[in-house]
């Protein structure tokens, strides 16, 4: 029988390793990620895990839908009905799940050996564990929070931008839905060129290059109408994968008939860089790595040279002649030599791997402020194209329409002069969607900026290409 003295020591012992284990849960790790947004979050992420929750999701969901979707309905409806949101948030609390496994230690051994000679009947037990692991136990689950922080840390980058992507679909579903009308609206005019010019050919008033030159034109725009068809049900498309909609809430989905209009005031750059480099997400994660790396690096130099097994055994030894029975109780330590492996290829890796951590969390540092200027460029740049084509641009040709009506009804210009003019007024009107769609994405990827999510940057362009007809 193992002594008393040794069960309580193995008793104790194991009681510390159970009771200071840490655990994660769903409701944890995804409480955690909402807290680190906090504001910068306009809603709140939720793993659904019962079917009830998943009920009431779906129900509110509908609801949305029964409504004209604003860009904050997207992403409220993103977070509550997309497949695609939850496995994210599945896939993240299992990443903690699996991190925080490393702050326990692993289950103690039993062996039962029964051995039988001739006139005696051997009974033996023993009980063992790694030693190392239960001495250095709080560093391990100190390492282990760590790296549950880097997991929720991550999953809060990615619910970023999930959620800009969702802004961002929105967007160019309305610009692509705003286009393909502009782009009827040119296939009308330029077919309208194109039937007059042919009737003015048939009774010798317009020749056939003439004729050519306005059917040409009604062929170009033909052309601009069928790719303005499929971009608006690719994009359309785009968003109802973002949102998860199934075919029945797809019917439901209406959006806004045009796009928001550009904001008064713009964020400045002292706004910009008063925002503290410290809290973004990618500067926390670098320094993070690098607590984690000197954490986890001090216990893996330990497990490189040497594991030590400690365990408590007992005997029963019976005469099987006589029936007298002897019991013999102690312990055991099991030692791994480091003869053939001293372990210094872990030890070089261990110190390469906290060198590159450093030298990461020092480039994130340079590289933050650097992204953060070029965001804040687009993002300005973006603003003040649209704020042109609003301001300057679109008042401009519309006045010039005004003009070139009164010419047509004072009899100064030609029909086709006319009809070439509406079609660039709409080709106006295009390009300042373009660039209101354009400051919106810029917006986006600014804010992801801010947070520490970066995301690919926006190119910033400004389109003059004109939509004239040959031949008057």
């Known amino acids: 029988m193992i002594g008393r003295p040794l069960q309580l020591a193995a008793i104790g012992g194991f009681s510390v390793a159970l009771f200071g284990c840490a655990s994660v849960s ?32 779906h129900a509110k969901a509908n609801a949305l839908l029964l409504n004209e979707l604003s860009q904050a309905g997207a992403v409220q409806l993103a977070m509550l009905n997309s497949p695609d949101m939850q496995a994210m948030l599945a896939s993240g609390v299992a990443s903690a799940a699996n991190a925080a496994q490393g702050g326990r230690i692993a289950n103690p051994t039993f062996s039962f050996e029964r051995m039988h000679a001739t006139g005696e009947l051997e009974l033996a037990r023993a009980l063992s564990f790694g030693l190392l692991d239960l001495l250095t136990l709080p560093q391990r689950q100190a390492v282990a929070k760590l790296n ?6 991550q999953l809060a980058q990615q619910l970023v931008r999930q959620l800009s992507d969702v802004k961002l679909a929105w967007v160019g579903a309305i610009a692509a839905n705003q286009r393909l009308l502009y782009a009827q609206q040119v296939q009308r005019s330029a077919n309208a060129s194109a039937e007059l010019a042919k009737r003015l050919k048939a009774v010798g008033n317009f020749s056939w290059l003439q004729q050519a030159s306005q059917q040409q034109f009604a062929s170009d725009a033909a052309i601009q109408l069928a790719t303005a068809q499929h971009t608006n049900i690719s994009a359309t498309q785009h968003l109802v994968r973002l949102l998860g909609l199934n075919t029945s809430q797809e019917a439901l989905m209406r959006l806004p008939k045009k796009l928001p209009s550009i904001p008064k005031q713009t964020l400045s750059p002292e706004d910009v860089s008063a925002v503290a480099m410290d809290t973004r997400l990618d500067v926390q994660l670098a320094k993070l790595d690098v607590t984690r790396l000197l954490g986890s690096n001090t216990l893996a130099q330990i497990d490189s040279f040497t594991d030590v097994e400690w365990g408590i055994r007992g005997v029963d030894k019976k005469n099987t002649v006589d029936g007298i029975v002897s019991q013999s109780n102690g312990f055991e330590v099991a030692i791994r030599l480091p003869i053939f492996d001293w372990g210094d290829n872990k030890r070089v890796a261990l110190s390469a791997n906290s060198l590159m951590a450093a030298k990461n969390y020092e480039s994130t540092m340079l590289n933050a402020s650097s992204e953060l200027r070029v965001s ?33 009804n004072g009899m100064l210009i030609s029909v086709f002069e006319l009809l070439a003019d509406a079609r660039q007024q709409v080709a106006a009107v295009t390009q300042s969607l373009n660039a209101v769609e354009q400051f919106w994405a810029s917006e ?12 690919a940057a926006v190119s910033v362009s400004a389109a003059t290409a004109q939509a004239d007809s040959p031949g008057h």
Not at 379 to 389: E, K, N, S, V, W
Request: proline share 5%; net charge negative.
């Open 148 to 153: 549950v922080d880097k997991v929720q840390l």
């Open 444 to 455: 986006a990827a600014l804010q992801n900026s801010l947070l520490g999510a970066p995301s």
């Open 26 to 57: 769903p409701v944890g790790v995804v409480g955690a990620v909402n807290t680190t947004l906090g504001k910068a979050s306009p809603v709140q992420a939720q793993l659904l895990t019962s079917a009830e929750a998943q009920a009431d999701a």
């Open 376 to 408: 804040y460029s687009a993002y300005r740049t973006a603003y003040d194209l649209a704020a042109h084509y609003q301001n300057e641009v679109i008042p401009m040709r519309t006045r010039m329409a005004e003009e070139n009506q009164y010419s047509y």
